[in-house]
């Protein structure tokens, strides 16, 4: 069964499952480019009117729309999209491909506190709004990060990249003067 978790975002709509839906991670596809879209599922999801930006996790995806579209039309479409898609799969939506991954071995100490941080401190409050932070780099006691799914584009993404995430980082990762959004 599929429910639905509003956001601070009223554009953004976190859909729950109670299936697996991506045992990679978190990633986000955009309609701007779907062409590099290989997963059918995904492809077909962004193909629908209005649908602006999918972010896939664990236990939920979250779709940003565009204004022109009510999410009494579109909100029927995804359900009956995921339904359909674990009805005739029993596999997560994304899964692990046979290809090397990252190699995250050689980061410095600095960059794996930040991390640390990112993933068990703010991750799941973000989470829980059907967004996700992205680790880009550390440099010069600047961290840059990207803001993903609901998060991205919402009117109070900023505010709580300033006073929460900044705060945060500053707080547990002494190295730490400043955190922007790319």
Known sequence: MI???????PESLKFLSENIISNIGTEEFQKSEINKVKNPFIKELLSFKGVELVLLSKNFLSVKKTKDISWNELKPMVISHLNHYFENNKEPILKEELKNKKNKENKDETVKKIIDVLDTKIRPAVARDG???KFKSFENGIVKVELQGSCSGCPSSLMTLKQGVQNLL???VKEVNSVEAN
Not at 3 to 9: A, F
């Open 131 to 133: 967004g996700d932070i």
């Open 3 to 9: 429910q639905t978790e509003t956001t601070p975002n």
């Open 170 to 172: 500053k707080h547990y």
